[in-house]
């Protein structure tokens, strides 16, 4: 699985990169958040972006809200991105 989570990961930020190349004549938000997502590629492992969704530690125990590490990388990515042992 961990596999598997690297690569939607990697299809995900190739996909900003893409985007940036080709909008680059447009400012827009759209952009800042691009530019966060090119510098993601140092991440430490790929559960920072993509973390197993049914581990009790990538959730808040009083407001089961997704743990704010979780929620910062993925406003970073734009998108919510989770694996799974379901």
Do not use: C, G, M
């Amino acid at each position: 699985t961990t596999w598997t989570q690297h690569i939607v990961l990697s299809l995900i930020l190739a996909d900003r990169r893409h985007r940036k190349t080709n909008d680059s004549k447009e400012e827009d938000a759209a952009d800042a958040a691009i530019d966060a997502a090119a510098t993601i590629e140092d991440y430490d492992h790929v559960s920072e972006y993509a973390p197993f969704f049914e581990i009790d530690a990538h959730w808040e125990p009083t407001t089961k809200d997704l743990a704010e590490s979780v929620r910062r990388n993925h406003d970073r990515l734009n998108r919510r991105v989770f694996n799974t042992h379901l």
